[in-house]
């Protein structure tokens, strides 16, 4: 399935939401196209990676 064992997802994470958080992601990932665990999975590693490059505390000091 996967050419490389390194893209293979074996850790799991849980997050518990209300249900105007989980409409939100629905919706969300409906017009990105892509399923909501997959879509909120790219949302926190575009975010972990702005973070570890500076940007989020380049912005915050502004």
């Known amino acids: 399935m996967y050419s490389d064992p ?3 997802k074996k850790h799991p994470y849980k997050v ?9 992601i629905e919706m969300a990932a409906g017009v ?12 926190a590693m ?4 702005e973070m570890l490059s500076g940007k989020h505390n380049e912005a915050r000091a502004s």
Request: net charge neutral; proline share 4%.
């Open 6 to 8: 390194k893209h293979i």
């Open 16 to 24: 518990s939401l209300n249900d105007e958080q989980r409409q939100l």
């Open 32 to 43: 990105a196209g892509e399923q909501p665990s997959a879509y909120l999975r790219e949302l």
């Open 46 to 49: 575009e975010k972990l990676r």
